[in-house]
């Protein structure tokens, strides 16, 4: 399939926003593009939402299914401080979702922890998952830059729009970068409680075992895309996914942790040549 093939559907394309209801809390969720078209899930990062995503999903929905879930604790998801937010449970409730929506195979995309997401969904439901691609998700606890918290230290809640422009900051390639209104907004939904539990259960996730270790047995194709000047994540761990048999890394110039914000296009358009190879491959 070229750049310029068309996936076949016998459903035309639309788009969607819905509330699916959990047991343990409602999901917001964006379904869109053609009905009959191979599905990818895009899974947004830790204080953000399936809003991050914006200007790349639509690239992806005019040949594919996009789906596009607020994780539990973020966006216009439910925040429920008593629930649980460990990494396999958010896992779990995406599957849920397809499950509601009738989708049985997916290419699942997450950034940053996101990407920590797509792999414990892999990992739990192996049927249901045919690929992965993961953009600027560190594969180990060791990778980490740990960049200031800034207006997002528990001990200081809630922050002003300008800290939460600092904490945002690093999110991409220098200070200079104007930190997007999307950023701000997804933050401010946050609360604090579930914004603990979230951290603690990410960092806990990768303390038990790095990612490459989890994915090398599953035998799924992988893409690995990271910018070359992430501040969050060290750009050169990205080789670590190369135990991962068939990885494929690619550095992006010019970006750092946010290349779905910071060249949206270019982003789309590497992301749509690996769906475009796994549908080849079937």
Do not use: C
Not at 9 to 21: C, G, L
């Amino acid at each position: 399939m070229t750049s310029t093939d068309t996936v076949p559907s016998t459903v035309p394309a639309s788009r969607s926003e819905q509330t699916v209801s959990l047991p343990d809390g409602d999901l917001h969720v964006t379904d869109e593009g053609p009905r009959g078209a191979p599905a990818l899930l895009l899974v947004h990062g830790s204080v953000s939402s399936g809003r991050s995503w914006d200007q790349v999903a639509p690239s992806l929905a005019a040949r594919y299914r996009v789906v596009r879930a607020d994780l539990l604790g973020h966006g216009r998801s439910a925040k429920p401080a008593d629930a649980s937010y460990t990494v396999p449970d958010q896992a779990r409730r995406l599957a849920e979702v397809l499950d509601r929506l009738g989708i049985g195979s997916v290419l699942v995309v997450g950034h940053s922890s996101g990407g920590i997401v797509a792999t414990a969904l892999a990992e739990l439901r192996p049927g249901l998952v045919r690929a992965l691609a993961l953009v600027d998700t560190g594969p180990s606890l060791g990778s980490y830059l740990d960049p200031p918290a800034g207006g997002l230290a528990p001990g200081h809640w809630p922050p002003t729009d300008d800290e939460l422009r600092a904490a945002a900051r690093t999110a991409l390639a220098s200070d200079d970068v104007p930190v997007p209104d999307v950023l701000v907004e997804d933050a401010r939904r946050m609360e604090l409680a579930s914004l603990g539990a979230i951290t603690a259960a990410t960092t806990a996730y990768l303390a038990d075992e790095p990612l490459p270790d989890r994915l090398a047995p599953l035998g799924k194709p992988l893409l690995v895309l990271f910018g070359e000047l992430d501040r969050r994540w060290a750009p050169a761990s990205a080789d670590d996914y190369a135990v991962v048999p068939g990885a494929t890394v690619t550095l992006l110039a010019g970006v750092g942790h946010s290349p779905i914000l910071e060249n949206p296009a270019r982003t789309a358009a590497i992301l749509l040549d690996f769906a475009d190879a796994v549908e080849r491959v079937g």
